[in-house]
């Protein structure tokens, strides 16, 4: 029997996250380039049910706001006052029921800070759920420290009876090491109505949910327990060093995902990736290297060391060194860097060497093009197979407006060229070390524009006598002066 498609899937997101000390909820701190709910909802959603509901309380304009972005479907259900588990789940029945809809079938009910939950491990809950007929199912775990978790307690012949929280429980029980997750597999129907008979008659007086174990078995049903078998998958990120071990544990899944699927990673414990990251086959990740967004890197291609990359496409047997690029595109066989900068609606097309500290803005590189050294190309298009000389600038800002530099095909630019825009370089065109481009220059023609050179003799002499400057001169005088 496989999982049926759930009627919903109720996300916890209300509570404040004091142990985070931060400005922002807790569910919007971010690993891996996804926010902790945002880890949480896409594994909600290949179960792919019916709909998605998030309860919100805590800063609720921040995280609506960000559910709009990330899941514009979900419906949220306003929790004012935190007043537990159990009452904010009996917000969302109350949301949905004000929708008209009534809950039948599998309702699976998570937590908003579990960001290494796998759909997988969602969709074993709701076949096991599903197979035994129960009325509820708690996927458990077991760890090495309970400490705080509710715990599954089981009678004599080992059949599982209730949870009891941690504040609420005896010697005996706080000895066992197997835990509530947080995670369950509800038949809705029957969750819709249990919501309005928790009492806050315990340690905490809040409304858990966890009550309705003992409830719905009190009641006759079947109840369950599913024991996870990654206990990391469950564990919930409470602070910040929580927030760095589930970054640690989720960078390692995804990097082995790209090493299993044919790319190199040389040291995987200096290496960050976020999740929408694909790398090719032969693909060579060097160390000190981050891979952002939507970043792809191409069969055969080298990046790094030392490298940041967000959204930026690398092309086939490209190399990529020290260099910072974002919503770059660099295409096959480009070599870029070491220490270049690449910034938004850079396109490097095939074949293209962007060299030392050469920065690139919203510009196409034709096909075979160079730029070298000691660079900034702004708003210019370059055409293929031309050089731009060392320490060039593509003045592209007046003060007021931007304007673009067309430099033509197989134009050959001397060192130290400031390009005035907006300017155009004819095709074949070559201009003189030292030029301010300022005006068009036509196919094949030179421009020069510095004014020939004078020679002030003995102006150091005269001016700065007595130094090092004026003795060496001196000294070099009368040597060439012997000579004669
Ligand atoms: C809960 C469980 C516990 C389990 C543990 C797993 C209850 C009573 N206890 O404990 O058995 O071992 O989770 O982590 O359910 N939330 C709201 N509104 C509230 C209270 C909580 O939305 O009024 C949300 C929180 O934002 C969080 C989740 O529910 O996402 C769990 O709340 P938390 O306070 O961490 O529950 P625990 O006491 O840790
Ligand atoms: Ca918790």
Request: hydrophobic share 40%; proline share 4%.
């Amino acid at each position: 029997m496989s999982a049926s498609r759930p009627a919903a899937v109720i996300v916890l997101a209300a509570g404040e996250g004091t142990r985070m000390k931060s400005r922002r909820p807790k569910v919007l701190h971010e690993i891996c380039g996804r926010s902790l709910l945002g880890h949480v909802l896409a594994a909600a959603a290949e179960l792919e049910p019916e709909r998605t509901v998030v309860v919100v309380g805590h800063a609720r304009e921040q995280v609506t706001e960000h559910l709009k972005a990330i899941t514009p479907d979900a419906v949220t259900a306003v929790q004012e006052e935190q007043n537990g588990t159990g009452h904010a789940v009996r917000m969302a029945v109350e949301a949905l029921r004000a929708q008209g809809v009534e809950l039948s079938g599998t309702v699976v009910l998570t937590c908003g800070d579990t960001p290494l939950l796998r759909g997988e491990t969602l969709r074993g809950l709701v076949t096991a759920h599903e197979e035994a007929g129960n009325a509820v199912t708690v996927l458990s775990a077991r760890v090495p420290d309970p400490t705080g978790y509710g715990r599954v307690v089981r009678d004599a012949d080992g059949v599982f009876t209730a949870i009891v929280e941690h504040a609420d429980a005896t010697e005996a029980q706080r000895a066992v090491d197997e835990i509530n997750s947080g995670m369950y597999a509800f038949d809705g129907a029957l969750l819709s109505q249990v919501v309005h008979r928790l009492s806050a008659d315990n340690a905490k007086g809040e409304e858990y949910i966890t009550d309705a174990v003992a409830l719905l078995r009190g009641d006759g049903h079947r109840v369950g327990a599913h024991t996870a078998s990654d206990r990391t998958e469950v564990e919930g990120v409470n602070d910040r060093v929580q927030l760095a071990e589930a970054r640690r544990l989720l960078n390692a899944r995804l990097l082995e995902r790209l090493m299993r699927g044919g790319a190199t990673v040389v040291d995987p414990a200096s290496t960050w990736v976020d999740v929408d990251v694909e790398a090719g086959r032969d693909a060579v990740i060097e160390p000190q290297t981050q891979l952002q967004g939507r970043t792809v890197v191409g069969e055969g291609a080298q990046v790094g060391p030392s490298t940041v990359l967000c959204d930026t496409e690398v092309g086939e047997g490209a190399a990529v060194s020290h260099t910072v690029a974002r919503e770059a595109v660099i295409g096959a066989e480009v070599t870029v860097g070491p220490y270049a900068y690449l910034r938004p609606g850079a396109r490097l097309e095939r074949g293209v060497k962007v060299g030392t500290y050469v920065e690139v803005k919203n510009s196409v590189v034709g096909e075979g093009s160079k730029v070298p050294h000691l660079t900034y190309v702004g708003d210019a298009d370059i055409g293929r197979g031309v050089n731009i000389g060392a320490s060039s600038v593509f003045v592209n800002y007046d003060g007021v407006n931007k304007h673009r530099t067309v430099i033509g095909d197989h134009a050959r630019t001397g060192s130290d060229n400031m390009f005035v825009a907006p300017v155009r370089v004819g095709d074949g065109a070559y201009t003189g070390a030292g030029t301010v481009v300022r005006e068009d220059v036509p196919p094949g023609a030179l421009a020069v524009s510095a004014g020939s050179q004078r020679n002030i003799e003995g102006w150091v002499e005269r001016k700065r006598p007595g130094t090092p400057s004026a003795q060496a001169a001196e000294r070099a005088r009368a040597g060439s002066e012997e000579d004669r």
